[in-house]
């Protein structure tokens, strides 16, 4: 067996059952702590930090479930000092401390690539309407990412990224630092059921209520379905649009359901759901899409160029034009209309997935830091 290894995990938010990112940290972290001595550095972590309050900041980080943390020197000193291994999971003020003291210490710095400029870029249109459409362009994204490259990325011993779309992006940004591609995989829990029980046309779909999620389009594709009054839509989620979304689906025929849910009802819900939709416009692999496809259950994606997710799709049939209601209606119609063929499906999505567990990330994970690590023995 390998050396027990000391892992100093650097992320904002610890314990934030939020964004995507902070999600994947806490899973690893507690899976780390198996053979590891593993010590979370964020607000709420084993070495606990105080929160950041910035302009603007705290609304854009509060719609991705987020809290910036104030950096301690001191503290993350102590336990910089004795690892190992630094593991930074964001670029922002906390990630840049760290990596700077990690590098003056001499500890070898795996990062992980888990935010794009166009999340930052849309949480600022609640806030700043104005500033993020002079700022929300593609060549300003584009902008964004070769100054974190160049800033942030290629400043660490080695990178881990979730997709193969995330790391074209980084290369495409002039990323030079080895990097691997890992997926956030799904934890074990996410299985379908032996037998699915009898119940309504269920469409699925889960993620902060945010802009780039395009709940909004899932919405008006079930309300222009040939089939809406059999259609059950479940928006699983929470965040600053839940009022105008709920607003919008006021009056769909077949019934919708808002709100958070607990990791035991939205595992219900992968397993008893008909369809998944993911209209999301901005990911870089889609956790939520991955844990549905765990559970059995079929999904369509947006075949948006700044989404890893389409990786998942089984065939055309399970993709959509980004922005299109009317091809995603055309889809959740066809999908109705056909549910021998989608039940069909259950396997293949299975089969599709079958590599994706968490085990087998928390491995990838564990045979890279021993590779860093062996840099400062």
Same mark, same amino acid.
């Given at each position: 067996?390998?050396?027990?290894?000391?892992?100093? $995990?650097?992320?904002? @938010?610890?314990? %934030?059952?939020?964004?995507?990112?902070?999600?994947?940290?806490?899973?690893?972290?507690?899976? =780390?702590?198996?053979?590891?001595?593993?010590?979370?550095?964020?607000?709420?972590?084993?070495?606990?930090?105080?929160?950041? @309050?910035?302009?603007?900041?705290?609304?854009?980080?509060?719609?991705? %479930?987020?809290?910036?943390?104030?950096?301690?020197?001191?503290?993350?000193?102590?336990?910089?000092?004795?690892?190992?291994?630094?593991?930074?999971?964001?670029? $922002?003020?906390?990630?840049?401390?760290?990596?700077?003291?990690?590098?003056?210490?001499?500890?070898?710095?795996?990062?992980?690539?888990?935010?794009?400029? /166009?999340?930052?870029? +849309?949480?600022?249109?609640?806030?700043?309407?104005?500033?993020?459409?002079?700022?929300?362009?593609?060549?300003?994204?584009?902008?964004?990412?070769?100054?974190?490259?160049?800033?942030? !990325?290629?400043?660490?011993?080695?990178?881990?990224?979730? @997709?193969?779309? #995330?790391? &074209?992006?980084?290369?495409?940004?002039?990323?030079?630092?080895?990097?691997?591609?890992? #997926?956030?995989?799904?934890?074990?829990?996410?299985?379908?059921? #032996? %037998?699915?029980?009898?119940?309504?046309?269920?469409?699925?779909?889960?993620?902060?209520?945010?802009? /780039?999620?395009?709940?909004?389009?899932?919405?008006?594709?079930?309300?222009?379905?040939? !089939?809406?009054?059999?259609? +059950?839509?479940?928006?699983?989620?929470?965040?600053?649009?839940?009022?105008?979304?709920?607003?919008?689906?006021?009056?769909?025929?077949?019934?919708?359901?808002?709100?958070?849910?607990?990791?035991?009802?939205?595992?219900?819900? !992968?397993?008893?759901?008909?369809? !998944?939709?993911?209209?999301?416009?901005?990911?870089?692999?889609?956790?939520?899409? =991955?844990?549905?496809?765990?559970?059995?259950?079929?999904?369509?994606?947006?075949?948006?160029?700044? #989404?890893?997710?389409?990786?998942?799709?089984? &065939?055309?049939?399970?993709?959509?034009?980004?922005?299109?209601?009317?091809?995603?209606?055309?889809?959740?119609?066809?999908?109705?209309?056909?549910?021998?063929?989608?039940?069909?499906?259950?396997?293949?999505?299975?089969?599709?997935?079958?590599?994706?567990?968490?085990?087998?990330?928390?491995?990838?994970?564990?045979?890279?830091?021993?590779?860093?690590?062996?840099?400062?023995?």
């Amino acid at each position: 067996m390998a050396r027990r290894l000391k892992i100093a $995990f650097v992320v904002d @938010s610890a314990r %934030s059952a939020g964004a995507g990112g902070l999600v994947a940290a806490e899973r690893v972290i507690d899976s =780390l702590r198996i053979d590891h001595d593993v010590t979370s550095i964020g607000v709420g972590g084993d070495v606990p930090l105080p929160a950041l @309050s910035l302009p603007f900041g705290d609304e854009v980080a509060a719609s991705n %479930s987020f809290i910036f943390a104030r950096p301690d020197i001191d503290l993350m000193f102590r336990a910089f000092d004795v690892a190992d291994v630094v593991h930074v999971q964001l670029p $922002f003020f906390l990630g840049y401390r760290a990596l700077a003291l990690a590098e003056e210490l001499r500890v070898p710095v795996v990062a992980g690539h888990h935010v794009q400029p /166009e999340n930052v870029l +849309r949480g600022l249109s609640l806030v700043a309407p104005r500033l993020a459409g002079t700022l929300g362009s593609p060549i300003i994204a584009r902008a964004l990412n070769r100054v974190m490259t160049q800033t942030f !990325y290629n400043r660490a011993t080695a990178l881990i990224c979730p @997709s193969q779309f #995330s790391l &074209d992006e980084l290369r495409a940004s002039g990323l030079t630092r080895p990097a691997e591609i890992i #997926s956030n995989g799904a934890p074990a829990q996410f299985a379908p059921l #032996s %037998s699915r029980p009898p119940g309504p046309f269920t469409v699925l779909t889960v993620g902060r209520l945010v802009p /780039e999620k395009r709940h909004d389009l899932v919405i008006e594709a079930v309300r222009r379905s040939k !089939y809406a009054a059999s259609l +059950r839509l479940v928006i699983a989620g929470r965040g600053p649009l839940r009022e105008r979304l709920e607003a919008q689906a006021r009056g769909l025929p077949g019934g919708v359901e808002f709100g958070f849910k607990s990791d035991d009802e939205l595992l219900r819900l !992968y397993q008893t759901a008909d369809l !998944y939709v993911h209209a999301s416009e901005v990911e870089l692999e889609g956790m939520a899409v =991955l844990e549905a496809m765990r559970c059995g259950c079929p999904a369509v994606t947006s075949d948006s160029g700044s #989404s890893a997710t389409k990786q998942f799709a089984l &065939d055309a049939a399970h993709v959509f034009r980004t922005g299109d209601v009317q091809a995603l209606t055309a889809r959740l119609d066809d999908w109705f209309e056909n549910p021998a063929r989608l039940a069909q499906r259950r396997q293949k999505t299975l089969t599709a997935v079958k590599d994706y567990g968490l085990e087998n990330t928390v491995a990838a994970y564990q045979r890279l830091y021993e590779r860093v690590a062996s840099r400062r023995c």
